[in-house]
């Protein structure tokens, strides 16, 4: 019986979070070489799947606090940081800049826990939708299995798109067209969120 819930709940996690690799894969190339990013990265991943957890579990036990209207606008986060990513590329490209953009990076030491919590929850959306009903149904003991098994699989996945980001065929591919791959996924992520919720009447 356990062993059937934990199934389910990898299964679950699997197919509403598998878009998560390619992003996640994106944010470790650009901090590749520097020590804490990895830590930033996970600690943003883990910021905003728990912030998921929280809100699905929140509304399961009936809060209202996130109407459902809103859950699409969400999108506008991934979008404004795609856009800001997309206008910094074009701006070193066009300025020959590309070197200061890469210092930056080495200060920063890749993406903030921010930045990724931010597109972790608004990408998460979805997941929203479909763990409320799953949880509603649950129980709070299966419920903390699903949660417990979730969390567990998020570190699975920060595990995969670093492995993805460090292979040398895709690294090389990353280190090449990151800079534009990253903005253009996340955008396009912003824009279905958008469009599949129907906000601004889409």
């Not at 470790?28 to 912030?51: K, N």
């Not at 929280?54 to 979008?79: C, D, K, W």
């Not at 200060?107 to 930045?115: N, V």
């Amino acid at each position: 019986m356990e062993l059937g819930i934990i199934g389910q709940a990898a299964g679950l996690f699997a197919v509403t979070n598998i878009d998560d690799i390619l992003i996640l894969a994106l944010f470790f190339a650009q901090g590749v070489g520097h020590p804490r990013s990895t830590r930033r990265i996970v600690l943003g991943q883990y910021l905003g799947f728990t912030a998921i957890l929280a809100v699905a579990v929140a509304v399961a036990f009936g809060a209202t606090f996130l109407p459902e209207a809103a859950i699409p606008y969400l999108g506008l986060l991934p979008l404004a940081l795609g856009l800001k990513a997309a206008w910094q590329a074009w701006k070193d490209r066009r300025d020959g800049s590309e070197g200061a953009e890469e210092e930056e990076q080495v200060e920063r030491g890749g993406p903030s826990p921010l930045e990724v919590a931010a597109v972790t929850f608004a990408n998460g959306g979805d997941n929203i939708g479909v763990y409320v009903p799953v949880f509603a149904t649950a129980g709070v003991g299966r419920m903390t299995v699903y949660a417990a098994v979730f969390l567990v699989l998020v570190a699975v996945w920060c595990f995969a798109g670093r492995f993805f980001a460090t292979r040398p065929v895709i690294a090389k591919g990353l280190a090449r067209w990151g800079h534009i791959l990253l903005p253009l996924a996340l955008i396009t992520i912003g824009l279905l969120i958008l469009i599949e919720g129907g906000a601004f009447g889409l």
